[in-house]
């Protein structure tokens, strides 16, 4: 069914003040799903526009979007969308900042350590000299990433497995805000054999001092780029920003859709939202500021490589790890992040009369908002 804005938004009013103990029934979750769809398909149109008018977009397989130098476009990419990776590493269990976009916001007191001396692979817990072990065992992955929050705060315990996993011909990237890097420190790093680090420029609001570390970052390693959520602020002072960000020689530019978890929602409340695929929930303005970036670096002809890290890339990530895992056939854990949907967070794009459903059609009887037993 096509529903009509007004009667979705009547009846999510509705389903916005149940309780959790409540049941959603058969038909309210057909009007949900239609709901949803219906968003989507502006949402998807809209971005389509988007696309049409930036002239030489191109695409991994398919998999995803980017223009520019497709010889910058990042090898941890291609990893985690046609290898085997991405294949996350965990140690530090603490960072110096608090973005209101981080996926911890507001637990990061709370975050439990890996364990002394130890890394979490895979869901496992390992010691270095257990490393061995593993790649005897083991597949090697086509590359591995060093995330969860700030690795700088401890960068000195990462030399020596960086080192062993560059012995065996393993592609590496590390995620880092950037702020406590140092030439060191950097330099230190590609000599263990780190081949990519994405610097997080949105964390410090395009601060110079990380921008200068992303100079720095270019001497010693091989591919440098940043990786940040696409956010009106960052994508506001990146232009203020854009000579001093080229000078530094980056190869490549992510831009992450962002999407939302029980953690940093609330931060974001009132925005329009929607759900892309029942799995992400991301507000509607973060890829499209993406898109109208691409096109900027497009027209400008930047020499680097500017990438959609879009909800499609992570839905195609997910199908893509689940394929070369030897899953069943359309296996994902793309999935919605929320336990319950917060059916509120969809008010606001529902309320917009700037934002129009592309179809719309009379409900059927019993669906109609009418029919609700208040």
């Known amino acids: 069914m096509n529903i009509s804005k007004q009667d979705a938004l009547l009846w999510f009013d509705f389903f916005s003040?149940?309780?959790?103990?409540?049941?959603?029934?058969?038909?309210?979750?057909?009007?949900?799903?239609?709901?949803?769809?219906?968003?989507?398909?502006?949402?998807?149109h809209r971005?389509?526009?988007?696309?049409?008018?930036?002239?030489?977009?191109?695409?991994?397989?398919?998999?995803?979007?980017?223009?520019?130098?497709?010889?910058?476009?990042?090898?941890?990419?291609?990893?985690?969308?046609?290898?085997?990776?991405?294949?996350?590493?965990?140690?530090?269990?603490?960072?110096?900042?608090?973005?209101?976009?981080?996926?911890?916001?507001?637990?990061?007191e709370d975050i439990h350590p890996v364990g002394e001396g130890m890394w979490?692979?895979?869901?496992?817990?390992?010691?270095?000299?257990?490393?061995?072990?593993?790649?005897?065992?083991?597949?090697?992955?086509?590359?591995?990433?060093?995330?969860?929050?700030?690795?700088f705060m401890e960068i000195e315990k990462y030399y020596s497995l960086i080192k062993k996993f560059s012995d065996a011909r393993i592609?590496?990237?590390?995620?880092?805000?950037?702020?406590l890097a140092t030439e060191e420190t950097l330099k230190a790093l590609g000599e263990a054999g780190l081949n990519e680090i994405r610097f997080n420029l949105g964390a410090s609001n395009c601060s110079d001092k990380v921008i200068e570390n992303i100079g720095l970052a270019k001497k010693y390693i091989t591919s440098v780029g940043i990786e940040t959520p696409m956010t009106p602020e960052f994508f506001a002072v990146f232009f203020k920003k854009k000579q001093a960000i080229f000078a530094?020689?980056?190869?490549?530019?992510?831009?992450?859709?962002?999407?939302?978890?029980?953690?940093?929602?609330?931060?974001?409340?009132?925005?329009?939202m929607y759900?892309?695929?029942?799995?992400?929930?991301?507000?509607?303005?973060?890829?499209?500021?993406?898109?109208?970036?691409?096109?900027?670096?497009?027209?400008?002809?930047?020499?680097l490589a500017v990438h959609d890290c879009s909800n499609y890339t992570k839905f195609a990530r997910a199908l893509n790890l689940s394929s070369k895992a030897n899953m069943?056939?359309?296996?994902?854990?793309?999935?919605?992040?929320?336990?319950?949907i917060p059916y509120e967070i969809f008010i606001p794009i529902l309320n917009d009369d700037n934002f129009k459903f592309l179809n719309e059609e009379e409900l059927p009887d019993d669906y109609k908002p009418e029919m609700i037993d208040f």
Not at 332 to 337: I, M
């Open 17 to 44: 003040q149940l309780s959790e103990e409540e049941e959603i029934s058969i038909k309210h979750e057909e009007i949900i799903y239609s709901t949803f769809a219906q968003i989507e398909a502006a949402i998807d």
């Open 47 to 108: 971005n389509n526009t988007l696309m049409s008018e930036i002239r030489s977009l191109k695409t991994l397989e398919n998999r995803t979007f980017f223009v520019g130098n497709e010889s910058k476009f990042p090898t941890g990419c291609r990893s985690c969308l046609l290898g085997t990776g991405l294949s996350a590493i965990r140690k530090t269990n603490k960072c110096n900042l608090e973005c209101k976009f981080c996926y911890n916001y507001g637990e990061l």
């Open 120 to 151: 979490e692979i895979g869901g496992t817990k390992f010691y270095e000299k257990d490393i061995d072990l593993l790649l005897a065992i083991h597949q090697k992955p086509t590359g591995i990433s060093y995330v969860y929050l700030e690795p």
């Open 171 to 179: 592609h590496q990237h590390l995620y880092t805000n950037g702020t």
């Open 248 to 272: 530094t020689k980056l190869d490549f530019i992510n831009c992450a859709e962002l999407h939302l978890n029980e953690n940093n929602i609330g931060n974001y409340y009132g925005e329009n």
């Open 275 to 303: 759900i892309c695929r029942h799995g992400y929930i991301s507000p509607i303005w973060s890829r499209e500021l993406t898109l109208k970036f691409m096109k900027i670096a497009d027209e400008e002809n930047w020499d």
């Open 328 to 340: 069943w056939f359309g296996a994902s854990n793309y999935a919605c992040e929320f336990s319950m």
